[in-house]
């Protein structure tokens, strides 16, 4: 896939490099032809072309954490993940941006797409919730929320220290514009210094006593970005405190069932296990070939991938966004609707599950 959609990729120059904290490091990107720029919305990502170790190339995908309001650039902010022993190597992205590239280099990247964005038409208040260099997606919205909304809004990061704290001061700047903005800083291990110039609001690991501090009762929409065991635990806090699961979007790189414990799922549709034609009469259904089963399709899910995975199903995933070809399936019949135009375009009897929705009862080769 990576060949044929080459000509999807477009050139941009490092027009800055800022070191952001001990291990993050924000690029900020320009495009070489002024008209190759195009908007974003707050929380998407560009995919980029890295050279492997190999000679080829590889896809790697990065939140846009700067504010779509900065037209012509995109800025994205990057941790450096260094291998923790000799046995493995070190990130290929990560390392290769902050160890090579330098202003005047020129990057290929995919412009912006993601399924991750705030929802600008809510009136509900808000929770920008992120962990580590999770906080790219966040920060982007907060500005958002900060410059063109009245909602009320709690922004909640954590991470280990201010070593490795990164975008602080545009955090605070941002919440300094108006009323209703309130922040949150933990800091896993906080040290001396830290303490002493009340650099964070509390310490160890975000709990659901400090939540229950921070959040008063009401309907929010969550927002949520980090390593997946920080994921795992503060949903398993956020739906025990009632928060109704549709209200908690979130973004990482793997199945959806990390964020449950074992016999939970993430949401609910009605299942049924005996094998029916794909037939129309009640609604779309989706039918899995290889197993028999024939699901009704619940017209909420955001795409046949995540409908299957509320289903107890995993299909194989990375980008979610039509990017990587990962969850690539075979359509045996039936049609479906792309939200997201794939990167490259894929035959009639083969089916992206991350961006499509059924438009009609489907058959996979699944």
Same mark, same amino acid.
């Given at each position: ?52 170790? /190999? @000679?080829?190339? &590889? ?12 037209? @012509? ?17 070190? #990130? ?24 991750? /964005? ?12 992120? #962990? ?30 201010? @070593? ?15 009323? #209703? ?63 109704? /699961? ?40 989706? &039918? ?23 289903? @107890? ?16 399936? #075979? ?27 059924? /438009? ?7």
């Amino acid at each position: 896939m990576l060949d044929a959609a080459a000509s999807r990729f477009l050139p941009f120059e490092v027009i800055s490099k800022v070191r952001e904290s001990a291990t993050i490091t924000s690029f900020r990107l320009a495009p070489l032809e002024r008209q190759h720029w195009r908007p974003f919305e707050a929380g998407q990502f560009l995919t980029m072309r890295v050279p492997d170790r /190999k @000679g080829g190339h &590889v896809l790697r995908n990065y939140t846009v954490s700067s504010s779509p309001r900065e037209e @012509g650039t995109y800025r994205i902010t990057v941790k450096r993940e260094a291998a923790p022993s000799s046995d493995v190597p070190d #990130g290929l992205s990560s390392c290769w941006l902050h160890d090579e590239i330098e202003p005047g280099a020129v990057i290929d990247i995919d412009p912006p797409r993601g399924a991750f /964005k705030l929802d600008s038409m809510s009136s509900r208040p808000v929770v920008l919730l992120s #962990g580590g260099v999770g906080l790219t997606p966040t920060v982007s919205m907060l500005d958002v929320l900060a410059r063109d909304s009245d909602r009320p809004v709690w922004f909640i990061h954590a991470c280990d220290n201010a @070593g490795v704290h990164a975008l602080r001061e545009e955090v605070e700047s941002l919440a300094a514009l108006r009323s #209703g903005i309130a922040i949150h800083f933990c800091y896993r291990f906080a040290e001396g210094a830290d303490l002493e110039a009340a650099r964070c609001h509390s310490t160890g690991f975000l709990t659901r006593t400090t939540l229950q501090s921070l959040l008063s009762l009401d309907d929010y929409e969550i927002y949520m970005c980090g390593p997946p065991p920080f994921m795992q635990a503060l949903y398993g806090i956020l739906t025990g405190l009632g928060v109704r /699961k549709e209200r908690i979007a979130y973004e990482f790189f793997g199945p959806a069932s990390l964020l449950t414990e074992p016999g939970q799922t993430t949401a609910r549709s009605a299942i049924t296990t005996t094998a029916q034609p794909a037939t129309n009469a009640d609604g779309p259904r989706i &039918v899995l070939r290889k197993s028999g089963r024939s699901l009704a399709w619940d017209g909420t899910s955001e795409s046949i991938l995540a409908f299957l995975e509320a289903q @107890g199903i995993e299909p194989e995933f990375s980008c979610r966004a039509g990017v990587c070809g990962t969850c690539e399936q #075979g359509l045996v019949s039936g049609e479906v609707d792309y939200f997201e135009e794939p990167l490259d375009e894929l035959p009639a009897d083969r089916v992206l599950l991350c961006c499509t929705r059924p /438009k009609s009862s489907i058959v996979l080769d699944l």
